[in-house]
């Protein structure tokens, strides 16, 4: 196969559906939805099936615990895609909305109109559900989109793209709205970051080396993230209830994603109380690496060091510090973080308007998970991920991310003097 024309190739088409669905109705991209909705319900069994093709060959890899749970297509992650699904249909339609207009003293009205990308090139790794989410995404923002899956959820992916073509072909939608590059082929990749021509931007979801590789290697706008190196800090005016509740469902509701807390800051008027915030994590046997302090207290923690501070663990690991009030915590933060998600346990607003105002990320938390940093718990349906950058967008890719904008105005036969 010449990887190089056969990518061209799915550009080019990609290019002439995008034409055609910046002007298909949102009932038409709906009723596309609808369908993808009820056709995962139908073939779930058959998608469980193939799945457990990729998750022996991770197994085989000895991939980690956190890469074979991203890898794991069940029935409750099936349900949980149908939801995104029908989320997404319930957004407004991000297309042709009227986001500003005004007029000008020579009689010229001016109207800022929404408008889709174009076309979205996707390049992710190991979960097989943004198979489902980035073409959703895509769709309700009237965009195509040429997804490039991993290796490692070839099976799963390549299935879901083949029940995606058939629910959205049956509502009409032009040919070729979703394509998927049918190689796990790396080259493939390079080919995609070079079709300048024909996708309009890039958006990488994986690991640091995917995203480093795109980033030096893309002719096309990319939006990315870093790694998701997040944040706790308990303030000496923390709610303790509060603080050991959130501080375990950050880390242990799911360690591999990216929202999962990676180090908890502890005041140190607070110190006293660290082994009691840090106790479910013992029992659930989340290793503790921390300073001398927190060392001190167990035998079964390990010394933290000034790697691990910098560290995306996607593990049931999390490194622990105790700080000198809450600009410790945001010099430390502001530091160390990736730019993602951090959050502040307090009952003090002025604290956490200090804290947010000085913390530089995309998501900041007051008394509440990390792990609420998804796309689907913003409103906006699902994401095709979360962006650490400050342009295009920020924060859960959605549909309305999706868009930009053109200027039309409305004139009675105005000349420029």
Same mark, same amino acid.
């Given at each position: 196969?010449?990887?190089?024309?056969?990518?061209?190739?799915?550009?080019?088409?990609?290019?002439?559906?995008?034409?055609?669905?910046?002007?298909?109705?949102?009932?038409?991209?709906?009723?596309?939805?609808?369908?993808?909705?009820?056709?995962?319900?139908?073939?779930?069994?058959?998608?469980?099936?193939?799945?457990?093709?990729?998750?022996?060959?991770?197994?085989?890899?000895?991939?980690?615990?956190?890469?074979?749970?991203?890898?794991?297509?069940?029935?409750?992650?099936?349900?949980?895609?149908?939801?995104?699904?029908?989320?997404?249909?319930?957004?407004?339609?991000?297309?042709?909305?009227?986001?500003?207009?005004?007029?000008?003293?020579?009689?010229?009205?001016?109207?800022?109109?929404?408008?889709?990308?174009?076309?979205?090139?996707?390049?992710?790794?190991?979960?097989?559900?943004?198979?489902?989410?980035?073409?959703?995404?895509?769709?309700?923002?009237?965009?195509?989109?040429?997804?490039?899956?991993?290796?490692?959820?070839?099976?799963?992916?390549?299935?879901?793209?083949?029940?995606?073509?058939?629910?959205?072909?049956?509502?009409?939608?032009?040919?070729?709205?979703?394509?998927?590059?049918?190689?796990?082929?790396?080259?493939?990749?390079?080919?995609?970051?070079?079709?300048?021509?024909?996708?309009?931007?890039?958006?990488?979801?994986?690991?640091? !080396?995917?995203?480093?590789?795109? #980033?030096?290697? $893309?002719?096309?706008? *990319?939006?990315?993230?870093?790694?998701? /190196?997040? =944040? @706790?800090?308990?303030?000496?005016?923390?709610?303790?209830?509060?603080?050991?509740?959130?501080?375990?469902?950050?880390?242990?509701?799911?360690?591999?994603?990216?929202?999962?807390?990676?180090?908890?800051?502890?005041?140190?008027?607070?110190?006293?109380?660290?082994?009691?915030?840090?106790?479910?994590?013992?029992?659930?046997?989340?290793?503790?690496?921390?300073?001398?302090?927190?060392?001190?207290?167990?035998?079964?923690?390990?010394?933290?060091?000034?790697?691990?501070? !910098?560290?995306?663990?996607?593990? #049931?690991?999390? $490194?622990?510090?105790? *700080?000198?009030?809450?600009?410790?915590? /945001?010099? =430390? @933060?502001?530091?160390?973080?990736?730019?993602?998600?951090?959050?502040?346990?307090?009952?003090?607003?002025?604290?956490?308007?200090?804290?947010?105002?000085?913390?530089?990320?995309?998501?900041?938390?007051?008394?509440?998970?990390?792990?609420?940093?998804?796309?689907?718990?913003?409103?906006?349906?699902?994401?095709?991920?979360?962006?650490?950058?400050?342009?295009?967008?920020?924060?859960?890719?959605?549909?309305?991310?999706?868009?930009?904008?053109?200027?039309?105005?409305? !004139?009675?036969?105005?000349?420029?003097?």
């Amino acid at each position: 196969m010449n990887t190089k024309n056969s990518i061209k190739d799915l550009g080019v088409r990609a290019k002439k559906a995008a034409g055609l669905l910046a002007n298909i109705s949102n009932d038409q991209k709906n009723k596309a939805l609808d369908n993808l909705k009820k056709n995962l319900e139908f073939y779930s069994n058959e998608l469980i099936e193939i799945n457990k093709k990729d998750i022996d060959n991770a197994h085989t890899m000895k991939l980690s615990v956190a890469m074979i749970d991203r890898l794991t297509l069940n029935q409750d992650r099936i349900k949980g895609m149908m939801k995104s699904l029908d989320d997404i249909m319930n957004l407004q339609n991000p297309v042709g909305k009227i986001l500003s207009e005004w007029e000008r003293p020579n009689g010229l009205h001016f109207k800022k109109i929404s408008v889709p990308l174009g076309v979205i090139g996707i390049i992710y790794e190991s979960r097989p559900n943004v198979t489902v989410d980035a073409s959703a995404i895509a769709i309700k923002a009237g965009n195509a989109v040429l997804l490039r899956g991993g290796k490692d959820s070839f099976h799963s992916s390549q299935k879901l793209n083949e029940i995606i073509s058939k629910s959205f072909a049956t509502a009409g939608l032009p040919d070729n709205s979703v394509q998927m590059v049918a190689t796990s082929d790396r080259q493939a990749v390079d080919e995609m970051l070079r079709l300048d021509s024909y996708i309009d931007v890039i958006i990488p979801r994986g690991g640091k !080396g995917l995203i480093k590789h795109v #980033k030096e290697k $893309s002719s096309i706008p *990319v939006i990315k993230h870093s790694d998701g /190196i997040c =944040h @706790i800090y308990v303030d000496k005016e923390a709610d303790l209830n509060i603080a050991k509740k959130v501080i375990f469902n950050s880390k242990m509701r799911r360690p591999g994603i990216c929202g999962a807390t990676e180090t908890v800051l502890i005041d140190k008027t607070l110190s006293e109380n660290t082994s009691d915030l840090l106790q479910n994590l013992i029992e659930a046997e989340c290793e503790i690496r921390g300073d001398d302090y927190v060392k001190s207290l167990n035998t079964n923690f390990k010394k933290a060091s000034e790697e691990d501070w !910098g560290t995306e663990y996607l593990d #049931k690991i999390i $490194s622990v510090k105790i *700080v000198e009030g809450v600009q410790e915590a /945001i010099h =430390h @933060i502001n530091h160390y973080s990736s730019g993602h998600t951090d959050a502040i346990i307090t009952q003090n607003s002025k604290t956490f308007q200090t804290f947010h105002q000085q913390i530089n990320s995309a998501i900041i938390l007051q008394n509440a998970s990390t792990q609420f940093a998804d796309g689907g718990e913003f409103g906006f349906g699902a994401e095709i991920g979360i962006s650490t950058d400050k342009l295009h967008a920020r924060g859960p890719i959605g549909a309305e991310h999706l868009t930009s904008f053109k200027y039309v105005i409305y !004139g009675n036969g105005q000349v420029r003097p």
